[in-house]
């Protein structure tokens, strides 16, 4: 296999990372809109917290991706294409849910509207890794040379861990996780409460970065982690306490005689 692997249609040859990443942001935006519960939200508060949503992955990202390397992000502040040019999955998620929780007080909604996101954030996700890894070593996300059989020549003679495949797996296990709670609860076995297949996603999902990111080739300044484990570690401590406070209130997951 060469990489990048491009997308060849006869009349024109199209790069990875841009079909998969478009496929990604369509599939995941239709799945919302066929699955989220219509009750929970009007249409019109929907789409202002998509804007917050939006808004905050965009910030979120692009903010994260700055503090991978903060020497050379200073080195480089005014180099347009520099600061544009790269982004991360982790600051997305964390700055989509401040803009999300923000835009819930501006409207005044007080009901979780997490749950809806999950699986179809699943799913772009899993989409977009596709295009990761078959871009190769240009997009930046494999992980660190390895002797496992799994490890992966992506053009330059060395093997590497596929650290893109290893997080679809990862989502996948993830969303059926998801998908039996949803069903446990739908029967009537546990008692679900609103959000917490949203926290169940988050939290695996920064429980798997914190620990994948240290076979990832990324400068590590931070006491040997590196930014994007840090910003796991803040969202994992935002979602225990989350919990505990769910947790005191009433239970979370009552059996039913299973």
Same mark, same amino acid.
């Given at each position: ?10 009349f024109?040859?199209?790069h990875?990372? @841009? ?6 942001y369509?599939?995941?935006f239709?799945?919302?809109?066929y699955? $989220?519960?219509?009750?929970? @939200? /009007?249409?019109s ?6 804007v917050? *949503?939006?808004?905050? +992955?965009a910030?979120?990202?692009k *903010?994260l ?9 200073l080195?480089?502040? %005014?180099?347009m ?10 600051g997305?998620?964390l ?5 999300v ?7 005044? &909604?007080t ?8 699986l179809?954030?699943l +799913?772009g996700?899993?989409?977009?890794r596709? #295009?990761?890894? @078959? ?17 992966v020549d992506? #053009?330059?003679?060395i093997? $590497? &861990?596929?650290? /893109?495949?290893y ?9 059926i996780?998801?998908?039996v709670?949803? %069903?446990?609860?739908?029967?009537g076995?546990? &008692?679900?409460?609103?959000g917490m297949?949203?926290?169940t996603?988050m939290g695996g ?8 990111d240290?076979i ?6 931070? *006491?040997?982690?590196n %930014?994007?484990?840090?910003?796991c570690?803040?969202g ?7 919990l ?13 005689g299973t």
């Open positions: 296999m060469t990489f990048p692997v491009y997308i060849d249609l006869g024109i040859r199209l990875p990372h @841009l079909v998969f990443e478009a496929l990604a369509f599939i995941g239709r799945l919302y809109l699955t $989220r519960s219509k009750e929970k @939200l /009007q249409a508060q929907a789409l202002w917290v998509l917050g *949503a939006t808004l905050g +992955a910030a979120g990202s *903010a991706y700055w503090l991978e390397d903060p020497a050379l992000t080195q480089r502040w %005014n180099d294409t520099y600061l544009m040019e790269g982004k991360t999955i982790v997305g998620l700055g989509g849910l401040i803009g929780e923000w835009t819930k007080k501006r409207i005044g &909604h009901r979780s509207t997490g749950d809806d996101m999950a179809p954030l +799913a996700m899993m989409i977009g596709i #295009g990761c890894f @078959l871009t190769g070593l240009d997009d930046h996300t494999y992980g660190t040379p390895t002797g496992w059989v799994t490890g992506f #053009g330059d003679g093997l $590497r &861990h596929p650290t /893109q495949l997080e679809i797996a990862f989502l996948l296990l993830l969303g996780t998801i998908l709670m949803k %069903n446990r609860a739908r029967l076995r546990v &008692h679900l409460p609103d297949s949203f926290i996603f999902y920064l429980l798997f970065r914190l620990l994948i240290f990832k080739p990324t400068p590590h300044p931070y *006491a040997g982690l %930014n994007i484990q840090l910003a570690i803040a994992l401590i935002y979602y225990i306490l989350l505990r406070r769910k947790f005191s209130a009433k239970p979370t997951l009552i059996g039913k």
